[in-house]
C-alpha cells in the first residue's frame, strides 16, 4: 500500500514564496523505480501538472512554472519550492506517485494525496 503525506501550502501575497513536501511510504521505497510528482487543479479547470522527480533524479516542469519552482527530492520525501508566486498560481496541489517513468498526465498515476490549497492574492 502506497500512502502520501503532504504538507506546506497556505495563502501568500503576490511575488512570495511557499513550499510543499510529500513525503511517501511504501515497500521498496528505497529500491523501486517511481516518480513523484506535483499537479494542481484550479475551480473549474482540469488536473494540471506542475513539476515531477524521479527516483533516478530527472526532472520537469510545466512551461507555466520554469524558473520559479523547484522540485527536489530525498528518497521518500519531495519538496516544491515555489518562488515569485502570482495569483494564476493559486490552486488545490496535489502529489502523486506512480512506478516506472515520470508521465504527463494525472490519469496515469495511481496514487494521490490528499490535496493542499495554495492561494496567492495579488
Known amino acids: 500500500e502506497v500512502q502520501l503525506v503532504e504538507s506546506g501550502g497556505g495563502s501568500v501575497q503576490s511575488g512570495g514564496s511557499l513550499s510543499l513536501s510529500c513525503e511517501a511510504s511504501f515497500s521498496g521505497v528505497y529500491y523501486v523505480s517511481n516518480c513523484m510528482a506535483w499537479f494542481r487543479q484550479a475551480p473549474g479547470k482540469k488536473r494540471e501538472g506542475v513539476a515531477s522527480?524521479?527516483?533516478?533524479?530527472f526532472r520537469k516542469y510545466a512551461d507555466s512554472v520554469k524558473g520559479r519552482f523547484t522540485i527536489s527530492r530525498d528518497t521518500a520525501k519531495v519538496t516544491l519550492r515555489m518562488n515569485n508566486l502570482e495569483p494564476e498560481d493559486t490552486a488545490m496541489y496535489y502529489c502523486?506517485?506512480?512506478?516506472?517513468?515520470?508521465?504527463?498526465?494525472?490519469?496515469?498515476?495511481?496514487?494521490w494525496g490528499q490535496g493542499t490549497q495554495v492561494t496567492v492574492s495579488s
Open positions: 522527480i524521479h527516483s533516478g533524479g
Open positions: 502523486a506517485l506512480r512506478f516506472g517513468t515520470c508521465l504527463d498526465m494525472a490519469s496515469q498515476y495511481n496514487y
